[in-house]
T-cell receptor, first 115, second 114 residues
């Protein structure tokens, strides 16, 4: 069983540029959530995709957008990068099940640095 | 809105000792889930233990156990017989029922010393 993978591992961009981060969900999972983890902070929920539709969004501006593909992999796009966007971006996959929380399995993250 | 507070930014204990990490949370929900996650230097977030708020019995997973005090909105993690591999950031987290959004605290950096 393949776990959650993310690419790239590290990325350096300059202010104003656009970036795309990628996530492959764990086998059998149809839900992907994205989190932003600033240095020294806990992760913050950006949004979630379920069967290719956005299924909840945190307090992030519209320049943070996403996609989920038929194979349930996902992309996070950030336009007009700002210095404060520098963070570790975590992807987590899960699948709905009854009777308890949908356990989210996290990837190793993409470290984005904005200069 | 839900909040999760971890008041200990950093802790150090000797190997084989027992350590307790504190967490408080605020919510108006009556049923919810609480979690402790571990994030080692490899950055991969790993679920350590979870607690359903409607269960009075405290969850345990091998050397890890929680002290869940619902009325006090407190959820501490106890690590017994600590090992060097327990060195990591530990995050307390909250999730409402039927909601996949996890709300994390700021974390506690735990060092296990040889």
């Amino acid at each position: 069983e393949t776990g959650v993978t993310q690419s790239p591992t590290h990325l350096i961009k300059t202010r104003g540029q656009q970036v795309t981060l990628r996530c492959s969900s764990q086998s059998g999972h149809n839900t992907v959530s994205w989190y932003q983890q600033a240095l020294g902070q806990g992760p913050q929920f950006i949004f979630q995709y379920y069967r290719e539709e956005e299924n909840g969004r945190g307090n992030f501006p519209p320049r943070f957008s996403g996609l989920q593909f038929p194979n349930y992999s996902s992309e996070l796009n950030v336009n007009a990068l700002e210095l404060d966007d520098s963070a570790l971006y975590l992807c987590a996959s899960s699948t709905p099940r009854g009777g308890g929380p949908n356990e989210q399995f996290f990837g190793p993250g993409t470290r984005l640095t904005v200069l | 809105a839900q909040t999760v507070t971890q008041s200990q930014p950093e802790m150090s204990v000797q190997e084989a000792e027992t350590v307790t990490l504190s967490c408080t949370y605020d919510t108006s929900e009556s049923n919810y889930y609480l979690f402790w996650y571990k994030q080692p230097p490899s950055r991969q977030m790993i679920l350590v233990i979870r607690q359903e708020a409607y269960k009075q019995q405290n969850a345990t997973e091998n050397r890890f156990s929680v002290n869940f005090q619902k009325a006090a909105k407190s959820f501490s993690l106890k690590i017994s017989d600590s090992q060097l591999g327990d060195t990591a950031m530990y995050f307390c987290a909250f999730m409402k029922l039927r909601d996949d959004k996890i709300i994390f605290g700021k974390g506690t950096r735990l060092h296990i010393l040889p």
